[in-house]
């Protein structure tokens, strides 16, 4: 059983409850969308576990909100988490917030030198984990077996950190633990989409300058689809493809036509006016590369 909260005002209520019981640690998790079924990266769920009481925070319905910050950011509540990395960059780009303090069952793991895994202490098929991590978190009603899994998850969080932190003890390893991490916490993972290209476009440090313009160029472009469409930009242009976009040598707007409605049905087809336009917006942006101005010493 688990208690659903779906407002501000009951959220403050159990941030409160979780003070007067004077509880110190929580089991945390969350679920959600990170690009498989919408542009927006969006937070579903968050299930926490006190020891106690298990609880569903729905954030999709509740919305950020300063109650929901407080209780990620709260320094008296540690979060008992297990590899919190992903869910740290859900919380700073989708709620503008971290998750702080943390105690990370992953780090404790690798301290110990053990498999970083969290399925053989949950009973579950690793297989079928997957399955219900790659659901669509964002439906509602949410279907009870998903509840069920996002529940189960967090049970065991508080019990097994409990075993790790003995054993880490016992080695003199617990306070680097704790420091290792608190780190993932401070560490900046907001990002902005138009600017992922100098890392993620294949090949840009490479470029030469014009190329690494169009690459930019091209990046942003897909985002601005992705957007328009409320679609992940993968579905809409994989980027294994970009790099032949900007190397083919013809228009790059024709090109850009003819590989993204490649295997498309003529009524699915993206018309190439609304292509054109959007690639003129994106070279427009402000992050696209600029040759610097090179400044010359004057001859007295």
């Not at 992903?86 to 105690?103: A, W």
């Not at 053990?114 to 984990?129: A, S």
């Not at 560490?187 to 169009?214: C, D, Q, W």
Request: aromatic share 8%; with cysteine; net charge positive.
């Amino acid at each position: 059983m688990h208690t659903m909260i779906i407002t501000e005002e009951r959220l403050k209520e159990y941030l409160a409850a979780l003070r007067q019981k004077n509880v110190r640690r929580i089991a945390l998790d969350m679920e959600g969308d990170q690009g498989m079924f919408h542009y927006r990266y969006a937070i579903s769920i968050l299930q926490c576990f006190d020891g106690e009481e298990a609880v569903v925070i729905d954030v999709l319905k509740m919305g950020a909100n300063d109650t929901l910050r407080e209780f990620m950011t709260c320094e008296d509540i540690i979060k008992v988490m297990f590899s919190c990395g992903n869910d740290v960059y859900m919380s700073q780009n989708v709620l503008g917030c971290t998750i702080s303090p943390i105690n990370d069952i992953a780090v404790a793991q690798k301290f110990l030198e053990m498999p970083i895994n969290l399925t053989n202490y949950l009973n579950i098929d690793k297989e079928e984990k997957d399955g219900f991590q790659r659901a669509n978190w964002l439906l509602r009603p949410i279907k009870p077996a998903l509840l069920q899994y996002a529940v189960n998850d967090v049970l065991k969080l508080l019990e097994i950190e409990n075993n790790l932190a003995a054993k880490l003890i016992e080695k003199g390893l617990y306070e680097d633990y704790i420091n290792s991490s608190r780190a993932a916490s401070k560490k900046e993972y907001s990002v902005n989409p138009h600017t992922l290209f100098l890392t993620k476009f294949p090949g840009y440090a490479r470029l030469p300058f014009e190329k690494k313009r169009m690459a930019a160029a091209l990046w942003i472009f897909r985002e601005f689809l992705g957007e328009k469409f409320d679609c992940p930009v993968g579905y809409l242009l994989p980027k294994k493809y970009m790099p032949s976009i900007i190397n083919n040598g013809g228009e790059i707007v024709a090109t850009i036509d003819r590989e993204i409605n490649r295997d498309r049905k003529s009524n699915k087809r993206l018309p190439i006016t609304m292509i054109r336009e959007l690639f003129e917006k994106a070279i427009q942006s402000p992050h696209i590369p600029q040759k610097p101005v090179i400044k010359r010493r004057m001859l007295r």
